[in-house]
Protein backbone atom coordinates (compact mmCIF):
# COMPACT_ATOMS: atom_id res chain seq x y z
CA UNK A 1 0.00 0.00 0.00
CA UNK A 2 1.33 3.53 -0.92
CA UNK A 3 2.00 5.28 1.96
CA UNK A 4 2.61 9.22 2.71
CA UNK A 5 0.82 10.78 0.26
CA UNK A 6 -1.92 13.31 -0.83
CA UNK A 7 -5.32 13.36 -3.06
CA UNK A 8 -7.10 16.28 -4.37
CA UNK A 9 -10.17 15.77 -5.24
CA UNK A 10 -13.74 17.58 -6.49
CA UNK A 11 -17.19 16.50 -6.41
CA UNK A 12 -18.55 15.95 -10.15
CA UNK A 13 -21.19 18.33 -9.07
CA UNK A 14 -18.51 21.20 -8.27
CA UNK A 15 -19.70 21.93 -4.83
CA UNK A 16 -17.01 20.82 -2.86
CA UNK A 17 -13.09 20.67 -2.89
CA UNK A 18 -11.64 17.55 -0.97
CA UNK A 19 -7.89 16.87 0.04
CA UNK A 20 -7.09 13.88 1.50
CA UNK A 21 -3.67 12.46 3.47
CA UNK A 22 -1.56 9.73 4.82
CA UNK A 23 1.09 11.10 6.18
CA UNK A 24 2.17 8.33 8.69
CA UNK A 25 6.41 8.31 7.45
CA UNK A 26 6.37 12.25 7.93
CA UNK A 27 5.05 12.48 11.19
CA UNK A 28 6.98 9.55 12.43
CA UNK A 29 10.33 10.78 11.38
CA UNK A 30 9.42 13.99 12.60
CA UNK A 31 8.59 12.56 16.37
CA UNK A 32 12.27 10.46 15.89
CA UNK A 33 14.06 12.84 15.30
CA UNK A 34 13.16 15.42 17.61
CA UNK A 35 11.77 12.49 20.45
CA UNK A 36 8.76 14.02 21.29
CA UNK A 37 6.38 12.28 23.92
CA UNK A 38 2.84 11.47 23.65
CA UNK A 39 1.13 14.79 23.94
CA UNK A 40 4.10 16.59 22.06
CA UNK A 41 3.39 13.87 19.06
CA UNK A 42 0.18 14.16 18.74
CA UNK A 43 0.14 18.41 18.75
CA UNK A 44 3.41 18.08 16.46
CA UNK A 45 2.13 15.83 13.89
CA UNK A 46 -1.70 17.13 13.57
CA UNK A 47 -0.22 20.33 12.63
CA UNK A 48 2.65 18.77 10.04
CA UNK A 49 -0.72 16.92 8.30
CA UNK A 50 -2.71 20.07 8.55
CA UNK A 51 -0.13 21.98 6.95
CA UNK A 52 0.37 19.77 4.42
CA UNK A 53 -3.35 20.13 3.59
CA UNK A 54 -3.33 24.27 3.70
CA UNK A 55 -0.68 24.27 1.37
CA UNK A 56 -1.98 21.86 -1.02
CA UNK A 57 -4.72 24.08 -1.23
CA UNK A 58 -3.46 27.66 -1.37
CA UNK A 59 -0.05 26.93 -2.91
CA UNK A 60 1.19 26.19 -6.53
CA UNK A 61 4.89 26.56 -8.24
CA UNK A 62 7.38 27.35 -5.66
CA UNK A 63 5.48 28.86 -3.46
CA UNK A 64 6.26 28.11 0.02
CA UNK A 65 4.71 29.04 3.77
CA UNK A 66 5.28 28.62 7.38
CA UNK A 67 2.43 27.85 9.75
CA UNK A 68 3.63 28.88 13.77
CA UNK A 69 1.39 28.23 16.48
CA UNK A 70 1.84 29.10 20.46
CA UNK A 71 -1.28 28.97 22.43
CA UNK A 72 0.57 29.48 25.95
CA UNK A 73 0.23 25.66 26.70
CA UNK A 74 3.20 23.17 28.06
CA UNK A 75 4.50 22.48 24.60
CA UNK A 76 5.35 25.63 23.67
CA UNK A 77 5.52 27.14 20.25
CA UNK A 78 5.48 24.82 17.04
CA UNK A 79 6.98 25.72 13.65
CA UNK A 80 5.95 24.06 10.36
CA UNK A 81 7.17 24.93 7.25
CA UNK A 82 6.05 23.07 3.60
CA UNK A 83 5.70 23.69 0.23
CA UNK A 84 2.96 23.06 -2.68
CA UNK A 85 5.02 20.11 -3.65
CA UNK A 86 4.55 17.95 -0.75
CA UNK A 87 7.50 18.92 1.14
CA UNK A 88 7.28 19.37 5.16
CA UNK A 89 9.31 19.97 8.43
CA UNK A 90 8.44 20.72 11.90
CA UNK A 91 9.72 21.45 15.09
CA UNK A 92 7.95 21.44 18.76
CA UNK A 93 9.69 23.99 21.79
CA UNK A 94 9.04 21.15 24.01
CA UNK A 95 8.86 17.72 22.97
CA UNK A 96 8.60 15.90 26.16
CA UNK A 97 5.42 16.51 27.26
CA UNK A 98 2.94 13.75 28.07
CA UNK A 99 -0.42 14.70 30.02
CA UNK A 100 -3.61 13.04 31.52
CA UNK A 101 -5.92 11.53 28.54
CA UNK A 102 -8.87 13.89 28.19
CA UNK A 103 -12.95 12.64 28.96
CA UNK A 104 -12.85 11.21 25.36
CA UNK A 105 -9.89 9.01 26.30
CA UNK A 106 -7.62 10.59 23.95
CA UNK A 107 -4.92 12.71 23.89
CA UNK A 108 -4.99 16.08 25.48
CA UNK A 109 -3.89 18.13 22.36
CA UNK A 110 -5.77 20.84 23.33
CA UNK A 111 -4.88 21.35 26.64
CA UNK A 112 -1.37 20.75 25.56
CA UNK A 113 -1.09 23.36 22.71
CA UNK A 114 -3.50 25.91 25.00
CA UNK A 115 -5.74 28.22 23.41
CA UNK A 116 -4.34 31.75 24.63
CA UNK A 117 -2.73 32.85 21.46
CA UNK A 118 -2.24 32.59 17.88
CA UNK A 119 -2.15 30.78 14.47
CA UNK A 120 0.30 32.48 11.46
CA UNK A 121 0.94 31.48 8.35
CA UNK A 122 3.35 33.65 6.58
CA UNK A 123 3.16 32.63 2.84
CA UNK A 124 6.23 33.54 0.69
CA UNK A 125 4.50 34.37 -2.75
CA UNK A 126 7.83 34.75 -4.72
CA UNK A 127 7.97 38.72 -3.78
CA UNK A 128 10.27 40.52 -1.14
CA UNK A 129 7.53 40.61 1.89
CA UNK A 130 5.98 37.29 3.25
CA UNK A 131 2.26 37.73 3.12
CA UNK A 132 1.39 37.17 6.82
CA UNK A 133 -1.83 36.74 8.55
CA UNK A 134 -2.72 36.00 12.23
CA UNK A 135 -5.92 34.49 13.77
CA UNK A 136 -6.65 33.88 17.53
CA UNK A 137 -6.44 30.01 18.14
CA UNK A 138 -10.11 28.37 18.23
CA UNK A 139 -9.44 25.35 20.27
CA UNK A 140 -5.58 24.56 20.15
CA UNK A 141 -6.85 20.77 18.61
CA UNK A 142 -5.30 22.09 15.60
CA UNK A 143 -8.46 20.63 13.05
CA UNK A 144 -10.40 23.41 14.76
CA UNK A 145 -8.01 25.86 14.47
CA UNK A 146 -6.68 25.59 10.29
CA UNK A 147 -10.38 25.54 9.80
CA UNK A 148 -11.11 28.79 11.84
CA UNK A 149 -7.85 30.03 9.67
CA UNK A 150 -9.06 29.13 6.14
CA UNK A 151 -12.25 30.65 7.33
CA UNK A 152 -11.19 34.21 8.52
CA UNK A 153 -7.65 34.70 6.65
CA UNK A 154 -8.61 33.02 3.16
CA UNK A 155 -12.54 33.62 2.93
CA UNK A 156 -12.87 29.95 2.21
CA UNK A 157 -15.63 27.89 4.31
CA UNK A 158 -13.69 24.88 5.35
CA UNK A 159 -13.87 21.38 6.94
CA UNK A 160 -10.31 19.99 8.40
CA UNK A 161 -9.62 16.68 10.25
CA UNK A 162 -6.60 16.10 11.32
CA UNK A 163 -5.75 12.92 13.28
CA UNK A 164 -2.49 10.75 15.08
CA UNK A 165 -2.46 7.92 16.88
CA UNK A 166 0.61 8.01 19.26
CA UNK A 167 1.99 4.20 20.41
CA UNK A 168 2.80 3.45 24.04
CA UNK A 169 6.25 4.10 23.77
CA UNK A 170 5.73 7.80 21.74
CA UNK A 171 5.79 6.31 18.42
CA UNK A 172 3.54 6.80 15.36
CA UNK A 173 1.31 4.32 14.35
CA UNK A 174 -0.92 6.10 11.75
CA UNK A 175 -1.40 9.66 11.05
CA UNK A 176 -3.59 11.77 8.44
CA UNK A 177 -6.42 13.83 7.65
CA UNK A 178 -8.92 15.63 5.38
CA UNK A 179 -9.56 19.09 3.63
CA UNK A 180 -12.62 19.83 2.38
CA UNK A 181 -13.54 23.13 0.92
CA UNK A 182 -16.98 24.28 0.17
CA UNK A 183 -17.15 26.00 -3.49
CA UNK A 184 -19.69 28.88 -4.75
CA UNK A 185 -22.21 26.38 -6.14
CA UNK A 186 -22.99 24.77 -2.39
CA UNK A 187 -26.38 25.52 -1.11
CA UNK A 188 -26.32 25.73 2.61
CA UNK A 189 -28.46 22.66 2.27
CA UNK A 190 -25.36 21.10 0.75
CA UNK A 191 -23.42 22.09 3.56
CA UNK A 192 -25.16 21.26 6.22
CA UNK A 193 -25.61 17.54 4.72
CA UNK A 194 -21.90 17.53 4.18
CA UNK A 195 -21.41 18.54 8.07
CA UNK A 196 -24.12 15.46 9.03
CA UNK A 197 -22.00 13.27 7.51
CA UNK A 198 -18.57 14.12 8.74
CA UNK A 199 -20.08 13.68 12.12
CA UNK A 200 -20.86 9.97 11.19
CA UNK A 201 -17.68 9.66 10.12
CA UNK A 202 -14.77 7.34 12.42
CA UNK A 203 -11.98 9.49 12.85
CA UNK A 204 -9.37 9.25 10.18
CA UNK A 205 -6.58 7.81 12.60
CA UNK A 206 -9.10 4.79 13.13
CA UNK A 207 -10.01 4.89 9.21
CA UNK A 208 -5.73 4.64 9.08
CA UNK A 209 -5.60 2.00 11.29
CA UNK A 210 -8.22 -0.55 9.09
CA UNK A 211 -5.54 0.08 5.99
CA UNK A 212 -7.79 2.80 4.58
CA UNK A 213 -6.19 4.95 2.16
CA UNK A 214 -6.81 8.57 1.37
CA UNK A 215 -9.41 7.91 -1.52
CA UNK A 216 -11.41 5.70 0.35
CA UNK A 217 -11.54 8.03 3.38
CA UNK A 218 -12.97 10.76 0.80
CA UNK A 219 -14.98 7.89 -1.28
CA UNK A 220 -16.50 7.33 2.28
CA UNK A 221 -17.79 11.07 2.82
CA UNK A 222 -18.86 11.75 -0.39
CA UNK A 223 -20.08 8.42 -2.00
CA UNK A 224 -18.28 5.97 -4.14
CA UNK A 225 -18.72 7.56 -8.14
CA UNK A 226 -19.11 11.58 -7.04
CA UNK A 227 -15.65 12.68 -7.16
CA UNK A 228 -13.13 13.41 -9.65
CA UNK A 229 -9.53 12.49 -8.83
CA UNK A 230 -7.41 15.35 -9.88
CA UNK A 231 -3.71 14.49 -8.83
CA UNK A 232 -1.61 12.38 -6.03
CA UNK A 233 1.02 13.64 -4.53
CA UNK A 234 3.89 12.05 -2.67
CA UNK A 235 4.55 13.90 1.07
CA UNK A 236 8.09 13.95 2.80
CA UNK A 237 9.33 15.07 5.76
CA UNK A 238 12.22 17.21 3.88
CA UNK A 239 15.09 19.56 5.72
CA UNK A 240 17.36 21.99 3.44
CA UNK A 241 19.50 22.75 6.37
CA UNK A 242 23.21 23.01 5.65
CA UNK A 243 26.29 23.55 6.75
CA UNK A 244 27.12 26.78 4.10
CA UNK A 245 23.52 27.75 5.34
CA UNK A 246 24.42 27.48 8.93
CA UNK A 247 27.83 29.17 8.02
CA UNK A 248 25.63 32.33 6.20
CA UNK A 249 23.24 32.67 9.80
CA UNK A 250 26.68 32.68 11.97
CA UNK A 251 28.26 35.49 10.11
CA UNK A 252 24.73 37.55 10.79
CA UNK A 253 25.08 37.84 14.20
CA UNK A 254 27.63 40.70 16.09
CA UNK A 255 31.24 40.10 14.93
CA UNK A 256 32.04 40.52 18.56
CA UNK A 257 30.00 37.46 19.57
CA UNK A 258 31.78 35.22 16.93
CA UNK A 259 35.41 36.71 18.17
CA UNK A 260 34.05 35.29 21.75
CA UNK A 261 33.76 31.84 20.47
CA UNK A 262 36.78 31.91 18.70
CA UNK A 263 38.72 33.18 21.91
CA UNK A 264 37.04 30.98 24.12
CA UNK A 265 35.75 27.92 22.54
CA UNK A 266 38.25 28.02 19.15
CA UNK A 267 35.00 26.13 17.27
CA UNK A 268 31.42 25.99 17.24
CA UNK A 269 28.67 22.99 16.77
CA UNK A 270 24.98 24.68 15.54
CA UNK A 271 22.09 21.45 15.68
CA UNK A 272 19.27 22.29 13.64
CA UNK A 273 15.90 22.15 15.41
CA UNK A 274 13.86 20.71 12.52
CA UNK A 275 16.13 17.70 12.09
CA UNK A 276 18.57 17.32 14.59
CA UNK A 277 21.87 17.49 12.14
CA UNK A 278 24.85 18.80 13.45
CA UNK A 279 27.30 21.28 12.09
CA UNK A 280 31.12 21.49 13.64
CA UNK A 281 33.11 24.50 12.59
CA UNK A 282 37.03 24.49 13.68
CA UNK A 283 38.89 28.10 14.46
CA UNK A 284 39.75 28.67 11.15
CA UNK A 285 36.29 28.51 9.36
CA UNK A 286 35.04 30.56 12.24
CA UNK A 287 37.84 33.18 11.35
CA UNK A 288 36.41 33.33 7.66
CA UNK A 289 32.76 33.93 8.90
CA UNK A 290 33.54 36.48 11.60
CA UNK A 291 35.18 38.36 8.79
CA UNK A 292 32.23 38.31 6.34
CA UNK A 293 30.70 39.41 9.80
CA UNK A 294 33.24 42.46 9.95
CA UNK A 295 32.81 43.27 6.21
CA UNK A 296 28.56 43.09 6.57
CA UNK A 297 29.28 44.98 10.03
CA UNK A 298 31.01 47.85 7.99
CA UNK A 299 28.83 48.28 5.37
CA UNK A 300 25.76 48.13 7.52
CA UNK A 301 27.83 51.12 9.50
CA UNK A 302 28.39 52.99 6.37
CA UNK A 303 24.80 52.78 4.85
CA UNK A 304 23.21 54.22 8.17
CA UNK A 305 26.02 57.15 8.19
CA UNK A 306 24.83 57.91 4.42
CA UNK A 307 21.14 57.90 5.77
CA UNK A 308 21.68 60.05 8.59
CA UNK A 309 23.92 62.35 6.42
CA UNK A 310 20.80 62.22 3.85
CA UNK A 311 18.19 62.99 6.35
CA UNK A 312 20.41 65.75 8.28
CA UNK A 313 21.09 67.53 4.62
CA UNK A 314 17.09 67.62 3.92
CA UNK A 315 16.52 69.14 7.26
CA UNK A 316 19.02 71.90 5.97
Known sequence: MQKDHLVKSITKDGKFRAYAIDATGVVAEAQQRQDTWSASSAALGRTLVGSLLLSASVLKGKETMTVKINGGGPIGAMIVDADANGNVKGYIQKPHVHLPLNDHHKIDVGKAVGVNGFMQVMKSMGGDEPYTSNVPLASGEIGDDFTYYLAQSEQIPSAVGVSVF???????????????????????????????????????????????????????????????????????????????????????????????????????????????????????????????????????????????????????
Not at 193 to 199: A, Y
Not at 267 to 286: I, Q, T
Not at 294 to 306: C, I, M, T, V
Open 166 to 316: VNEDNTIKVAGGYLIQTLPDATDEDISKLEKRLKEVPMVSELLLSEQTPKDILNLIFGEDNLDYLTDTPVKFTCTCSKKGFAKALSKIDPKEIKKIIDEDHKAELVCHFCGARYNYNEDELKSILTVSEKRDELEQAQNHGKDKHDQDNKE
